[in-house]
């Protein structure tokens, strides 16, 4: 089956301009979650959607990040206006709902931003 | 608050000796505990999990991890590394809701 795909896989980008990002979960998982890895630091949670929902956005750094979800498949995380804190890698990871995988996340390659 | 901590920066062992990568949380309730590892370019993948029953739980590659409730802490163990065992470990854990926290990661180099 094909995996969690992430695009763009880098994108460096001028302070103020804006960037959307992209995750492809595997087709099934209801449970979609994005996070952020800062140079060294932990993988830090910015939310969950189950379906087209936004389960749990309790990570998101401020108003300048808008995450959807559309129909429930794909998603897309949007930083506007871009700040230099806004620079590391951007993970991608779904889930299923329920049975023998549940709880496992299964992560995109991430997309890597750099804020100039 | 939730938290996973992994006090190691870098792990070096040399090729075949046995490789141990710590791992302590601070949850509330009973927590299920996870180690990723990542290569490069690559997305995290799932090595193990413990959510219930016995303390040591088997993974991939041949990678074990202890389930310890008195100390808080669920370290990944292997008895002999490999030189292709190189690379980041991410311990996490989960409670209740669907969020997983992450550990800030250890590298983990094995020398030839």
């Known amino acids: 089956e094909a995996g969690v795909t992430q695009f763009p896989s880098h994108s460096v980008i001028e302070k103020g301009q804006t960037v959307t990002l992209r995750c492809d979960p595997i087709?099934?998982?209801?449970?979609l979650y994005w996070y952020r890895r800062v140079m060294g630091k932990e993988i830090k949670f910015l939310l969950h959607?189950?379906?087209?929902?936004?389960?749990?956005e309790s990570g998101m750094p401020n108003n300048r990040f808008l995450a959807e979800r559309t129909g429930g498949t794909y998603s897309t995380l949007k930083v506007q206006p871009a700040e230099l804190e806004d620079s590391g890698v951007y993970f991608c990871?779904?889930?299923?709902?329920?049975?023998?995988?549940?709880?496992?996340?299964?992560f995109g390659a991430g997309s890597r931003l750099t804020v100039l | 608050a939730q938290s996973v901590a992994q006090p190691e920066d870098q792990v070096n062992v040399a090729e075949g000796n046995p490789l141990t990568v710590k791992c302590t949380y601070s949850?509330?309730?009973?927590?299920?505990l996870f180690w990723y590892v990542q290569y490069p370019n690559r997305g995290l993948q799932f090595l193990l999990k413990?959510?219930?029953?016995?303390?040591l739980v088997k993974g991939s590659y041949g990678f074990e991890a202890e389930f310890n409730k008195s100390q808080t802490s669920f370290h990944l163990k292997k008895p002999s590394a490999l030189v292709s065992d190189s690379a980041l470990y991410f311990c996490?854990?989960?409670?209740?809701?669907?969020?997983?926290?992450f550990g800030a990661g250890t590298r983990l180099f094995v020398k030839a």
């Open positions: 959607f189950v379906k087209e929902s936004k389960q749990d």
């Open positions: 087709s099934g998982h209801d449970n």
């Open positions: 990871a779904s889930g299923q709902q329920g049975g023998a995988g549940a709880n496992v996340l299964t």
């Open positions: 413990y959510i219930t029953g016995d303390n």
């Open positions: 996490a854990v989960r409670t209740g809701g669907f969020k997983t926290i």
């Open positions: 949850v509330s309730g009973n927590p299920y």
